[in-house]
């Protein structure tokens, strides 16, 4: 008890007092070695008082005869009466043992007549004065630990480290123990600490997280890796403008991956679930780093990567940089997604999870569908839509049919190809998820290791009825051109895992990761409606199965070579792959003037197509962190860093259609056929009837490579712990290469390389004024880049995956520069408790965007702007809630943005309007958050609320407008339980206004649905 008890009392010797000399008393309750906060304390018989966060509470009071009265559900109440004399502070300290009602008290004051049994009567014998130099880590992963109040056994002085875990500590030379407290790691007290006089001792001690170290304390205020409260000190010590969302975070929301957890974050929005905008731009301006590296994009329309590849459960936190720092990649927008995955825990463990869900508008009911592969539950195809042994797959040219082959060949190829065109009715299961995490820890001496692992699987069916417009601009504005109801119904597979290993000790570490994501989908679109320019209604299908998957290996190092120099380096070796096998599309319309509709095969309509995309990634980078002065008053740190980031891609899309060999006249009974699989039956597929044809062009595939080296130098001087400044310049150089062919060359296609290179110098500065020690102020400016793709500079035609729109690049992109200016106030409470206000202001030279093309209404294409400006403020909180009744824990988080944009256009573009937002930008984003556990009965919860505003998703062209995205609000419930220490449930409600999601062009519906309402419940077993 003593231990414990000395362990405390440091923290009250710097509690500065008021002028008129109140007293004050800490009153800490403990159960064994854990901190506790559901108890309540009477002061006087009056005003009631609750515990913070660490389980203590405080009392400012004038001097006298005061009456403390303190009970906990279980104990018997303690009551106190105490003569506190003027200026006085005292300590209490209350233990509290299960099975035992009656509580030990300890009660510790700064009075010498009045002190305690740790001022020992016994007077220590002491020498000259020595030095004690210690610094303290954190035992989990080798950070250093700030702000933790040191004691010596005798020594009426604390001591407390800087922010890199530091504290010098002179005192008479003797034998001491020494106590280490910190709110967010396990108490610690060391004997035997000898002080030599006119010597300085260094030391070392490792502290362990709460979490890990008093197993109770979890539950109270978990200081585990991605926790709140260990983000929100990271987030304060950040030397960047950054936001994080850990797991705990994630597990609240219920947020099942990367992509919807961010959602939680201010002036963060997404684009189709899974592509991240920051502050208002598109997500070509986001850049996302796994454990420090690039990761590739498995979509080729996009530059960044889908954020919903990356399962929830894998990660430990994620940290969304906003300001430009010299480490990161130069091609930085809107800001970086640092991924981080977890490490290893600190204990064995195996788990697993199930769960059921469905959506309100899908689940149990008939939907349309298309006959797949024996093996899509698995979310891999069966090998039965790939392209028949013997059909040729390279490019011929538009109708030149296969070169070198006869009538009987081609027949056959025609014929091989497997008859899959007719749509299914379904009925749409739950959803179902399975889910396993293990791992297994070692130690050997000094060193710790071991292995960690987990996977999942998860199927989901979804349906949308869209209505989908288009509109023809004239003087008179716009007007209604086609109209469009479809039925869309996906049914999508997810596969992830993930093993670890890693080795380490208080100097070095070494880990290994393997990741896999794996997404799958199948999917079955009918539009129905009518076609203005042909004057004919139609009915257009699109059957499509399409596999994405990213798979990483990384190897990690982390190591202290001596006190003063740190060194890290990375490894990371990445192939994304997206496949798209046998995508077919068709249509039946009534051109023919006849009651009954006909199949459109004259125009191209009845497609086979086959992308086959890989992208392949090599990452490198090491850095060295030097001290290089450290006084009382100044600090100066040096980092400097090499990284090397090559990636080649090659992309091939292959086109079949099946064509009638004399084209207009086909049989009227083959016409009317009202199923397609017979229409292409043997019987009809021969030299006078369909041939199938290879309509591949040149331009439909193409090879590419980029490659980035790049150094970089950050100095950190910290001066009198109040201001820091960070200085750092990045020099990249760039280099990238497109191979493809002239789009309209067929026969003799002729070869377009495209080359751009540069080299590009990018300064950035960080300085944080710490006016007080809860409140500081940053400001940040930086130079960086945004670099046209692969496929914005490749001159090929292409089919978005996720739009289904008809894109093509753009070989006269260049580069965008990006200055950014950020201000940012930030002010800390007790435990989690913050609250931010963020201004910033980028200015952009040649931007590039997606714009329509001029000569067409359907074409995307990408241009440069001359200039845009983007600007706005964020405001940013979290807040525990007052108690209402023993137990019951409240919070309340959240964050506003407000964000204004405008570019300025070239002369003689063909927009049609000289003043707009920038493409994807948002003015405003809202997100809410209220947060409410009931410990007695082990209940989580939360409800959670997000609000999007308008934005440009399509820049319009000639006299037709842009089209926009209207604000989109949502609503989601989580419900978790504990039933018992191996067992959990819970439940999560997701979309429950079920807005409509809506999309206009000049205040016109240009589509609209509604996604519903989605729920699950999970069972969890922890062995």
Request: with cysteine; glycine share 8%.
């Amino acid at each position: 008890m003593k231990k414990i008890a000395s362990l405390l009392l440091m923290l009250c010797s710097t509690l500065a007092f008021a002028a008129d000399q109140q007293s004050q008393l800490r009153l800490y309750v403990f159960e064994g070695n854990a901190p506790v906060t559901d108890y309540f304390v009477w002061m006087d018989k009056g005003t009631k008082y609750t515990a913070n966060e660490d389980g203590a509470s405080l009392f400012n009071f004038s001097a006298g005869k005061h009456q403390f009265s303190v009970s906990r559900s279980g104990y018997e109440n303690v009551n106190l009466n105490l003569d506190v004399a003027e200026g006085e502070y005292l300590q209490v300290i209350l233990t509290q043992q299960k099975g035992n009602p009656v509580s030990h008290v300890a009660i510790e004051t700064s009075k010498e007549e009045k002190q305690g049994p740790l001022f020992s009567d016994e007077k220590k014998q002491v020498g000259e004065p020595g030095t004690i130099k210690g610094r303290l880590l954190s035992s989990e992963d080798n950070k250093p630990v700030a702000n933790a109040r040191i004691y010596f056994t005798g020594v009426a002085q604390e001591f407390v480290s800087d922010k890199d875990g530091y504290f010098t500590a002179t005192v008479g030379a003797s034998d001491y123990s020494i106590s280490i407290i910190h709110p967010r790691f396990a108490t610690q007290t060391v004997d035997g600490i000898s002080v030599v006089a006119k010597q300085t001792t260094e030391k070392q001690f490792d502290l362990s997280p709460a979490g890990i170290a008093l197993k109770e304390f979890v539950v109270v205020a978990p200081f585990i890796q991605g926790s709140v409260a260990s983000l929100t000190d990271e987030r304060k010590e950040s030397n960047s403008v950054a936001d994080f969302v850990g797991t705990e975070q994630m597990a609240r929301s219920g947020d099942s991956d990367a992509a919807s957890a961010l959602t939680r974050v201010s002036g963060l929005t997404l684009i189709d679930g899974k592509y991240v905008v920051m502050r208002g731009m598109e997500d070509r301006y986001s850049t996302v780093l796994m454990n420090g590296a690039a990761v590739p994009s498995t979509d080729p329309s996009k530059t960044a990567v889908p954020l919903d590849l990356f399962p929830a459960s894998i990660l430990d936190s994620i940290e969304v940089q906003k300001t430009y720092s010299a480490d990161l990649p130069g091609a930085f927008g809107g800001g970086a997604v640092k991924l981080r995955t977890k490490k290893l825990p600190e204990e064995d463990n195996f788990s697993i999870k199930l769960s059921l869900g469905g959506n309100t508008e899908v689940t149990g009911k008939d939907v349309i569908d298309h006959k797949g592969g024996s093996t899509d539950y698995l979310g891999m195809d069966d090998g039965s839509r790939d392209v028949p042994a013997g059909v040729p797959t390279e490019p011929y040219g538009y109708f030149n049919g296969f070169n070198g082959m006869d009538d009987a060949e081609v027949e056959a190829a025609g014929e091989a190809f497997a008859k899959n065109y007719a749509t299914t009715q379904s009925t749409a299961q739950n959803d179902f998820g399975a889910s396993l995490n293990f791992a297994k820890l070692f130690s050997a001496g000094e060193y710790k290791y071991g292995f960690m692992g987990y996977g999942a699987y998860k199927n989901k069916w979804r349906y949308r009825e869209i209505e989908n417009n288009t509109y023809k601009a004239s003087d008179a504005g716009t007007s209604l051109k086609d109209k469009y109801n479809a039925e869309q119904t996906k049914y999508s597979v997810d596969l992830d895992g993930m093993f670890s290993a890693a080795i380490k000790n208080d100097k070095n570490s070494l880990q290994y990761n393997a990741f896999m994501a794996r997404k799958s989908y199948r999917l079955t679109n009918l539009d129905e409606g009518y076609q203005s320019e042909g004057g004919y209604n139609t009915s257009d299908y699109k059957l499509e199965w399409s596999e994405r998957q990213l798979l990483t290996h990384q190897f990690l190092g982390e190591h202290t070579l001596t006190d003063w120099l740190k060194g890290n380096w990375r490894i990371t070796s990445s192939e994304a792959t997206l496949d798209t096998p046998d995508r077919r599309t068709y249509s039946y319309d009534d051109r023919s003037g006849s009651d009954t509709v006909s199949f459109g095969i004259s125009d191209g309509e009845t497609n086979r197509e086959f992308l086959s995309l890989t992208d392949s990634t090599l990452d490198m980078g090491f850095s060295l962190n030097a001290d290089v002065f450290k006084t009382k008053n100044f600090t100066g740190k040096f980092t400097f860093g090499m990284d090397m980031v090559q990636t080649d891609r090659d992309s091939q899309l292959t086109r079949y259609e099946y064509t009638w060999y004399k084209k207009n006249n086909i049989p009227e009974d083959i016409r009317v056929n009202q199923n397609p699989d017979e229409i292409y039956s043997d019987e009809n597929i021969k030299s006078d009837g369909f041939i199938m044809v290879n309509n591949t062009n040149p331009a439909d595939g193409y090879t590419a490579d980029q490659s980035i080296a790049a150094n970089y130098l950050i100095f950190d001087l910290d001066m009198w712990d109040r201001l820091s400044v960070v200085l750092g310049m990045r020099s990249e150089t760039y280099e990238q290469n497109v191979h493809t062919f002239d789009l309209l060359s067929t026969v003799d296609p002729e070869p377009i390389d495209i080359s751009q290179s540069s080299t590009d110098n990018m300064p950035s500065l960080l300085a944080t004024l710490k006016v007080w020690d809860n409140f500081q102020i940053r400001f940040a400016m930086a130079e960086t880049v945004n670099r046209p793709t692969f496929l914005e500079l490749s001159s090929s035609s292409f089919l978005d995956p996720d739009t289904g729109k008809n894109m093509r690049g753009n070989p006269n992109l260049v580069s965008a520069k990006i200055t950014h200016t950020d201000l940012r106030f930030e002010l800390y409470g007790e435990g989690s408790d913050s609250v931010s206000l963020a201004f910033f202001a980028k200015d952009f030279t040649n931007p590039i965007e997606r714009t329509l093309e001029v000569s067409s209404e359907t074409v995307v294409t990408f241009d440069n702007a001359v200039s845009a400006s983007n600007s706005g403020y964020e405001v940013d909180f979290r807040k525990d809630l007052p108690v209402l009744f023993n137990g019951l824990d409240m919070g309340i988080s959240g964050n506003y943005s407000s964000i204004t944009s405008s570019v300025v256009l070239p002369e003689g573009n063909t927009e049609s309007s000289q003043k707009r937002a920038m493409q994807g930008q948002s003015p405003y984003t809202i997100n809410l958050m209220l947060s409410m556990d009931y410990e007695p009965y082990a209940i989580k919860s939360a409800l959670i609320y997000n609000e999007i505003g308008e934005r440009i998703v399509q820049v319009g062209k000639n006299a037709l407008p842009s089209v926009y995205e209207e604000p989109f609000k949502s609503l989601d419930m989580t419900f978790n339980k504990e039933i018992s220490d191996t067992f959990s449930m819970g439940f999560k409600l997701k979309n429950l206004l079920n807005e409509e999601v809506l999309y206009t062009q000049d205040g016109k519906v240009y589509m609209r649905y509604k996604e519903g309402i989605s729920y699950s419940f999970d069972m969890g077993m922890k062995f």
